[in-house]
């Protein structure tokens, strides 16, 4: 086991995964950049600099995720932050705007494949990430599990008829993160008598193939609450969910 700790980040090969590797790295981490193809981890690891080790590690595939876990535990005893960033906004055609992404995520056309493509990621997966990886979790001092969720979980906030963003939750994308930050308050209360912390996110709309580059924050900016969550102090909390302005209602 080394001295230095380890990160993992899903979905780090590009976008806001990527920008959290570079940061953490920037921490003293040795971080592990999780990619479904393991040449695109590759590419991405390299930008992130010595400490960066690409990992392959398709969220959706049990055997993925077993080699990776085993990957882990021969190379380094244990884990000390999990973020769980992989995500998808849809299960649909390329290349479509985010307008007709928008559109066909109704809850009155949407595709029930498509929902259960959806959340086959952005549930399911950390589901099965988050338990493969939790025994190398327990062996760090106080290992940290950060869930990249969004505000459009917010069942709160969607309720609000003043809030313009509303219609953009849809019936998979927003519900896949609501249902998101119910496994992550079921995790952090399972393990809330452990030194181990479990935080939801919002990076907030930023600039990145999820939504067709229409955001308006840079991925500079996304990074910056799941890193300060990631590298949350003793006295932090767990079962939180929060962007940078602070708390989010649920």
Same mark, same amino acid.
């Given at each position: 086991?080394? $001295? ?22 920037? @921490? ?13 981890? /590759? ?7 010595? $400490? ?37 906004? @849809? ?21 029930? $494949? /498509?929902?259960?493509?959806?959340? /086959? ?26 869930? =990249? ?33 119910? =496994? ?60 940078? $302005? ?5």
């Amino acid at each position: 086991m080394q $001295d230095k700790p380890v990160a993992l980040v899903t979905g780090a090969n590009k976008g806001i995964g990527l920008q959290i590797a570079k940061d953490l790295a920037g @921490h003293g981490f040795t971080v592990l950049v999780g990619s479904r193809r393991l040449e695109q981890g /590759e590419a991405a690891a390299a930008s992130v600099g010595a $400490d960066a080790r690409a990992v392959q590690l398709d969220v959706t595939n049990a055997d993925s995720i077993a080699a990776a876990a085993e990957r882990i535990r021969g190379e380094f005893g244990r884990l000390d932050v999990l973020v769980n960033n992989a995500g998808i906004s @849809h299960a649909g055609a390329p290349g479509r705007s985010l307008e007709e992404i928008i559109g066909s995520g109704r809850a009155s056309v949407v595709s029930v $494949d /498509e929902v259960r493509s959806v959340f /086959e990621t952005n549930v399911f997966g950390v589901i099965a990430v988050t338990q493969a990886m939790l025994p190398l979790l327990r062996e760090a001092p106080a290992a940290r599990i950060v869930n =990249v969720s969004s505000s459009l979980a917010s069942l709160a906030m969607n309720a609000d008829t003043a809030n313009p963003y509303r219609g953009a939750s849809g019936a998979s994308y927003g519900p896949s993160k609501t249902a998101l930050n119910a =496994v992550t308050l079921a995790f952090a209360m399972e393990l809330e008598s452990t030194p181990i912390k479990v935080n939801a996110v919002c990076p907030g709309y930023t600039s990145t193939e999820l939504n067709d580059f229409q955001g308006t924050r840079s991925v500079e900016e996304a990074a910056r609450e799941p890193v300060r969550l990631a590298l949350l102090g003793p006295n932090g909390p767990t079962g939180t969910f929060s962007n940078e $302005d602070g708390p989010l209602p649920w």
